[in-house]
């Protein structure tokens, strides 16, 4: 079998490593890769952009591709699955039609009330001064979300009034997201704790993977600016086994019947960002068409099934439910930034460290490239997600962060708390 893994970043480098363990594999084709996937075996990278939808069905039918697994939500939103559907080959994603639920912030709002699925309370708005006074009206703690993709850049958790309607005027008076940020959808702030919820899905059949948690602040103590994620660990003990249950009565059925009678069954990754309260009702937060980063590289070093199996199934319509086996120990990663993410960021630094191995850790490149010498640089905000297995979160966390001590570059920053929260006392 050959797989095309459409991406470049962290997420793909786990599902290529993972995907090319299958012994039924005989390639695996990451566009464009990164220097990570082109260290694995099996593995060869493509110079075709992730969005590049006609570059990407092109090279799949020039290369008989058996299965595409796709990583970012961008090309499914312009619809690659349907695409490579069309043309008879297997494309484990969702149509355009139901990545809607990540690529339309007010589609999945209203597709929530529409299906009885709890989720904070909100309003649509497209111009700013409706909105900035229904904010006045609420009070903050608020959220701001714009309504489109905006790379992981248009959320908004306000603390004030103040940042809160700065934020709408970004998006609504100064375009700061561009199209994405035409209309806006301005939710209650949930208190609580975050647990990441991922499914395979299959139409109307689901497997679960394993809970996780990532930490989305920059900072420690979840404190300084939104990123796309600098750390994760699965599970998360959050997530108890009666919670677990209620999670899939409750929400994860619902979502998967209510999209196939909207005309729009869902095959693919199923992401569910979840607060739970400390009543321990679970709330939605946001749906993502694609599995987590970082959530997916922990969560996978803990899959034993094989994952070109599971995706071909679920592809073709013949996923089995408990068709997925884990390792029951836990995994936890640590994201290495460039200095100034989540901003502007320097590249180009070489990175120290990377070939010395420890049992039980992986690294997985994100923002890297080769430069002209064929040493692995820096090329981006998040670098690298550095992970840890061990018989526990401690173990995993001790492990995870001596491998992050071997690697080093100019400017080189982590959060040292991953995990902490998770900790027993």
Not at 64 to 91: K, M, N, W
Not at 292 to 297: I, M
């Amino acid at each position: 079998m050959e797989v095309l893994v459409v991406g470049g970043g962290g997420r793909e480098h786990a599902l290529a490593w993972k995907l090319a363990a299958s012994r039924r594999v005989e390639r695996v084709w990451v566009a464009p890769g990164n220097p990570g996937t082109a260290g694995e075996s099996k593995v060869e990278n493509v110079a075709i952009a992730a969005d590049d939808v006609d570059g990407l069905v092109e090279f799949a039918a020039t290369r008989r591709i058996d299965l595409t697994v796709v990583g970012p939500e961008a090309p499914l939103v312009a619809g690659i699955a349907d695409r490579l559907t069309a043309e008879g080959r297997l494309c484990f994603g969702p149509s355009a039609s139901a990545a809607r639920l990540e690529g339309s912030k007010s589609f999945a709002k209203s597709f929530l009330v529409r299906h009885g699925i709890p989720t904070a309370g909100y309003e649509t708005f497209d111009r700013l001064a409706p909105a900035a006074d229904y904010v006045r009206s609420r009070g903050a703690p608020i959220v701001i979300k714009a309504d489109g993709l905006a790379s992981g850049k248009g959320v908004t958790v306000a603390r004030t009034v103040d940042q809160a309607v700065a934020a709408l005027e970004a998006a609504l008076r100064d375009e700061a997201f561009g199209a994405a940020g035409e209309r806006v959808v301005v939710e209650d702030f949930l208190e609580g704790e975050e647990a990441s919820f991922i499914c395979l899905v299959d139409h109307d059949r689901v497997v679960p993977f394993p809970s996780s948690k990532d930490y989305k602040t920059r900072d420690e103590g979840d404190a300084g600016p939104n990123t796309g994620g600098m750390g994760a660990h699965s599970p998360a003990p959050v997530l108890t086994a009666a919670l677990h249950e209620r999670v899939m009565q409750g929400i994860i059925g619902p979502t998967v019947r209510g999209m196939a009678a909207e005309g729009a069954p869902f095959t693919g990754f199923l992401y569910v960002g979840l607060m739970v309260g400390r009543d321990g009702t679970a709330r939605v937060l946001e749906f993502n068409v694609r599995s987590g980063d970082p959530e997916t590289q922990p969560v996978l070093m803990r899959l034993r099934s094989d994952l070109a199996e599971l995706c071909r199934a679920a592809s073709a319509g013949r996923l089995e439910s408990g068709a997925a086996e884990w390792d029951p120990r836990a995994a936890l990663g640590v994201v290495l930034a460039a200095e100034g993410y989540p901003g502007p960021v320097r590249r180009g630094d070489r990175i120290l460290g990377l070939d010395e191995e420890l049992p039980d850790t992986r690294v997985f490149h994100a923002g890297t490239a080769h430069d002209a010498g064929g040493r692995v640089v820096t090329a981006g905000g998040r670098v690298l997600c550095v992970c840890g297995a061990g018989r526990d979160l401690a173990a995993a966390r001790d492990r995870a962060y001596l491998r992050v001590d071997r690697i080093d570059w100019p400017g080189r920053f982590f959060r040292s708390d991953i995990g902490r929260c998770a900790m027993p006392g």
